[in-house]
């Protein structure tokens, strides 16, 4: 159950979902040492942030 996202039920891979957490999942566990572009990587540090806030409280 805690593998697939509250969002959108997507199974989660390394605590991301690939669905709505594709940039923070990319950026952080896919490809942590390439260097993406800013817009993406504000994106996925928005991601990562929400993440964090945990959504079991909605
Ligand atoms: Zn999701």
């Not at 991301?16 to 540090?45: H, L, N, R």
Request: charged share 30%.
């Amino acid at each position: 159950m805690a593998n697939y996202c509250d969002n959108c039920g997507c199974r989660k891979l390394n605590g991301y979902c690939t669905g709505c957490e594709e940039e923070a999942y990319i950026a952080f566990v896919q490809a942590p040492d390439y260097e993406f572009s800013e817009p993406f990587m504000e994106k996925a540090w928005q991601q990562e942030k929400d993440r964090n806030k945990g959504g079991d409280h909605a």
